[in-house]
């Protein structure tokens, strides 16, 4: 759980705010007012503690808890005006439960006002049984794996990889040039670029190819959980904590693969490097320290240096781990890849769902061609495969109405038109312009997408149920978007 700043909002106006966030937020959360009433108390919260939401909303702390106020992080929090993180506690429920969880609470002020606080809470056994499935979907023998077993590991190789322009080439060439070596790489790229694809190319080129082949999403996993996963745990280090070795172990003589490094916390990052520098790892709660032989292969989304810059990267991690740096191309940059990529999943999502399409009407492909592709190559992947799933007997036409997703061709339809109550010029606000602007985006989005709410809501990066709450908030139906049957044949 990252150590998040102070937060600067009020909890009595914002109540729709926190449940549009954390309704369905999978830790426990609770928002109190400055007295410790319980304001807000999601679902995840109520499993917890095996309570109603209902029965708790309006209560204090101390009402639904039957713990001390110096024992309980809240109050503490409450008290001191301070964060509480990590806090590892049992307690129980005035119902009885009994709770084991790890918890961080954190002030919401605005100014020098007080208001509440906003608190996180982690059942560690719901953890610990999270960490011991990582681990066994990670481990790998520690003895090199024999040929049969490594195809069956990996199939990626360089000769796999489908693109001949000549940044990806440039590309493909410098991670061939590093695969002979043991030298750190950091592969940089945007999400949905084929880093990780990359990173397999290279380990199956490598003299480590028979060993195991380990990736890691550090963007998905909290710091404490990534912790016991990389360096492993002993047991009584923690409750719940069991002697479990860790990805630098099991991974011994192959190939670790650190995916998003940028989102890596940056206290971790501190004993990621001591790891790689003195090629010792001590596990958590351990005294003694362990030699590794593996070889980190990492990633990164943005340029290292902006992510140096921001705080988000330690330059020396980066030094260290990025000995020989590949960069992919976004594809936006390698449109004429686009043929070849289309062909190939094509082929590949033909065999999944049993059609046999051979391809796409040139129109579709000009658009493509016109398309940014904020998502790169695994939204192409994931376009045609969703297109494959409208073919009925004229795959070109349903093909062509599902790339209105991405409004980017040269004739856009017109959008609809949707009567909108004009604003007098002495009322005009930051806020205001901000709110039409925002409409107007969402207007163009649902125009876009034929009506298709989903849809939209990816195409902006919005969550389906903020994107709902914003049709309600300007009143806008999808269903007024829908095109007719002349809008799908048109052309």
Not at 41 to 56: L, Q
Not at 334 to 341: A, G, N, T, Y
Not at 363 to 391: C, D, M, S
């Amino acid at each position: 759980m990252k150590k998040a700043p102070i937060l600067f909002l009020d909890p009595r106006l914002h109540l729709e705010l926190f449940k549009m966030m954390f309704d369905q937020h999978t830790e426990g959360v609770v928002v109190t007012d400055a007295e410790g009433v319980i304001l807000y108390y999601n679902r995840s919260m109520g499993r917890i503690d095996d309570m109603n939401p209902d029965m708790t909303l309006g209560r204090t702390i101390n009402d639904v808890y039957n713990i001390s106020p110096s024992d309980s992080p809240t109050m503490v929090s409450l008290k001191t005006k301070k964060p509480v993180v990590d806090c590892i506690q049992y307690y129980f429920t005035r119902l009885g439960k009994l709770v084991n969880a790890r918890c961080s609470i954190y002030p919401l002020i605005d100014g020098d006002q007080f208001l509440g606080t906003l608190g996180f809470t982690v059942d560690y056994a719901v953890e610990n049984a999270t960490l011991n499935s990582l681990m066994k979907k990670t481990s790998k023998p520690l003895q090199p794996a024999s040929k049969k077993s490594r195809a069956q590991e990996t199939v990626i190789s360089f000769d796999t990889l489908v693109g001949r322009s000549l940044k990806f080439l440039d590309a493909v060439e410098t991670a061939k040039m590093a695969s002979p070596s043991s030298s750190s790489v950091m592969i940089v790229g945007e999400t949905g670029t084929g880093k990780e694809l990359i990173a397999q190319s290279i380990h199956a080129a490598s003299p480590r190819r028979n060993c195991p082949f380990t990736a890691i999403n550090c963007a998905a996993i909290p710091e404490n959980l990534l912790e016991g996963l990389l360096f492993g745990t002993v047991k009584g280090s923690f409750t719940g904590a069991t002697d479990r070795a860790g990805l630098f172990e099991v991974c011994y003589g192959g190939t670790l693969f650190l995916d998003e490094l940028n989102s890596m916390p940056i206290g971790l990052q501190s004993k990621l490097l001591r790891a790689v520098q003195e090629r010792l790892v001590r596990r958590v709660g351990a005294l003694e320290e362990i030699p590794i032989n593996v070889r980190l292969i990492s990633s990164v989304s943005r340029n290292p240096e902006v992510e140096m810059n921001a705080g988000n990267l330690r330059p020396d991690l980066v030094y260290r781990l990025g000995v020989i740096k590949v960069f992919l191309p976004p594809l936006r940059e390698r449109i004429d890849d686009l043929p070849l990529l289309i062909s190939h999943f094509l082929q590949k999502h033909n065999r999944y769902l049993g059609r046999n399409v051979v391809d796409i009407s040139p129109e579709a492909e000009e658009r493509f061609k016109q398309y940014h592709w904020p998502g790169n190559i695994r939204e192409l992947e994931h376009t045609i495969e969703a297109g494959l799933h409208f073919v009925d007997k004229d795959f070109s036409l349903q093909l062509r109405h599902f790339v209105k997703v991405n409004p980017v061709w040269n004739a856009p339809a017109a959008e609809p038109k949707v009567e909108r109550t004009p604003v007098k010029k002495d009322k005009i606000s930051l806020s205001r312009a901000r709110e039409d602007a925002e409409e107007a985006v969402i207007i163009k989005a649902l125009t876009s997408t034929g009506g298709q709410a989903a849809q939209a809501a990816r195409l902006l990066g919005l969550s389906p149920q903020l994107f709902h709450h914003k049709l309600k908030k300007y009143s806008i139906k999808p269903a007024d978007f829908k095109p007719t049957s002349l809008d799908l044949n048109d052309g």
